[in-house]
């Protein structure tokens, strides 16, 4: 019988936007949804890492596939990810993987001349795609720290007359099979809270009661208010779900006098990305990923026949 | 290279190398455009022909776990292999477990939740048989009225509806925070 839809209607409310930083709230929909997208978020999305370092000279302390490693974990702009071809699904290439529609070529080259060490950065990777590149974490803003993050970061230091040159070539993958091609730092969420005061019991209560249960919590989720020496939630998020309060309320013998609950189907989400997809085109590609995840995963006509066929004849051998 | 290799299989290594690839003996030097270090040694498998190439990432791979799976397991479904399969229940009606490959907790649950909210479904559940084997199976039971297979379709058209929505309210949010800078 079609027709009947059980669908769920969400609703997003974003609190901060930045490029590498998102809060936003979810609401009227599953925690198995919300934390769908957090799994996609993390291992799922593409990304775009280096993959495979072809060494020419390497006379620094640091051992070949040491560099290698410390390479792949550079986080690269991945705008291009989501529209590039794994490579191992590329038919473009003769077969070793390093198209231009599949891969990107990096190149490093450094020698120490003189007698300070050189400290080789990711901002001496040169790409040959100019959309790929590696992230630069530069404060935009303080002129300050100017000189310490500018420099990207650390491959290796080089004293006099180390040299290292290498190519590498960087390609699509996802978190699930390495975690250098993680696009999120960290993705959480959590259940808001609902708390209820009893105004009447919390009348019954002196005022070193009162503040003894607001210091309960080691969060600073209640406090009272100056001007009606009344306990009110000053921060309802900054309950972390330790049941502090309630079991002070208890042992104060007034049980009922502080209730919190979780709010089964309200998330705020906390996403932050290691800058190589921006937090709001993150999430974007998280619920690209699953829809393609769920279209895979849908029975297609020829599933239901070939077992279709084998189940009558099944049952019909079975005598059913 | 993602571990540190025992200094046991580290001198196995050498050898071997030394001993069926003269040019990677770590006195000669290295030359350019042969001296390969893959970060992802399970790739050679495939990619590459002739037999020294593919005898040095089998010898990479020996400092991982003797019987762990590769990791691109968790999600390529190989060759001959169907994505989603299906067996009806011989002893009740109006039952049957899907068998989905190279998936896990992140479609499973999310199925399986969808799936209670069918007033036709009877019984809905998930389980990873083994978690060093891939892949996921939906055990599903309904009602007269529908069928396992147009519950488990249904289903999946209904959250892919709701994805839908997610995404065009996150996108008019995304627009509305932007358009107020």
Redesign the interface.
């Known amino acids: 019988?079609?027709g009947?839809?059980?669908?769920?209607?969400?609703?997003?409310?974003?609190r901060e936007?930045k490029d590498d930083y998102a809060k936003?709230e979810?609401r009227e929909?599953?925690?198995?949804?919300a934390?769908?997208l957090r799994?996609?978020m993390i291992?799922?999305v593409p990304t775009i890492a280096?993959?495979?370092?072809?060494?020419?000279v390497n006379s620094s302390v640091l051992n070949?596939?040491?560099i290698?490693?410390r390479l792949?974990l550079i986080p690269l702009t991945s705008e291009r990810a989501m529209s590039m071809r794994f490579?191992?699904d590329c038919d473009a290439c003769d077969?070793?993987?390093q198209c231009e529609f599949c891969s990107v070529e990096f190149h490093l080259r450094a020698k120490c001349i003189n007698d300070q060490t050189l400290d080789v950065t990711s901002k001496d990777l040169y790409s040959s795609d100019h959309t790929v590149v590696p992230v630069d974490f530069s404060d935009t803003g303080s002129g300050f720290e100017n000189n310490e993050d500018q420099r990207g970061i650390t491959i290796v230091k080089l004293r006099k007359g180390q040299e290292l040159r290498l190519r590498a070539i960087a390609r699509k993958g996802?978190g699930?099979?390495?975690a250098?091609w993680s696009p999120a730092a960290t993705v959480t969420f959590m259940y808001e809270p609902e708390i209820h005061i009893n105004e009447e019991m919390m009348e019954t209560l002196s005022l070193e009661e009162k503040t003894s249960v607001v210091e309960s919590s080691p969060t600073k989720v209640f406090g009272i208010n100056p001007h009606t020496q009344q306990v009110e939630v000053v921060d309802r998020e900054a309950y972390t779900y330790d049941d502090e309060v309630l079991k002070k309320v208890e042992a104060m013998g007034k049980p009922g006098l502080v209730e919190i609950y979780a709010k089964e189907d309200s998330f705020i989400f906390t996403v932050e990305s290691t800058g190589a997809v921006k937090a709001?085109q993150l999430?974007?590609n998280a619920?690209?990923v699953?829809?393609q995840?769920?279209?895979?995963?849908?029975?297609?006509e020829d599933?239901?026949e070939a077992?279709d066929q084998f189940?009558e004849l099944?049952?019909h051998m079975?005598g059913? | 290279m993602r571990s540190q290799t025992p200094p046991n299989t580290t001198c196995l290594i050498r050898f071997l190398l030394t001993v069926f690839y003269p040019r990677l003996h770590p006195q000669r030097q290295l030359l350019p455009d042969r001296e390969l270090h893959r970060d992802h040694p399970s790739e050679n498998r495939d990619r590459f022909s002739g037999l020294l190439l593919s005898c040095v990432p089998n010898l990479f791979s020996m400092r991982r776990v003797m019987n762990a799976p590769d990791r691109y397991e968790r999600f390529v479904v190989p060759e001959g292999t169907k994505k989603v399969s299906y067996e009806r229940d011989t002893k009740i009606i109006n039952a049957a477990s899907f068998t989905i490959e190279r998936e896990d907790h992140t479609i499973g649950n999310i199925v399986r939740m969808q799936l209670h909210r069918d007033g036709n479904v009877l019984f809905a559940g998930y389980k990873l048989p083994h978690p060093l084997q891939y892949k996921i199976i939906v055990r599903v039971h309904t009602t007269s009225q529908s069928s396992p297979m147009q519950a488990y379709n249904q289903a999946i058209n209904d959250l892919d509806k709701e994805l839908d929505h997610l995404k065009a309210a996150f996108e008019a949010e995304v627009a509305r925070v932007s358009g107020e800078y």
């Open positions: 019988m079609e009947a839809s059980y669908q769920r209607f969400p609703k997003v409310k974003i936007l936003f979810l929909t599953d925690a198995s949804m934390n769908a799994r996609v291992a799922e280096i993959d495979l370092v072809e060494i020419e070949d596939e040491f290698a490693h792949g490579s191992r077969g070793d993987g996802i699930k099979d390495h250098k709001s999430v974007l619920i690209e699953l829809k995840k769920l279209d895979a995963v849908r029975l297609s599933t239901v077992d189940g099944g049952a079975r059913g």
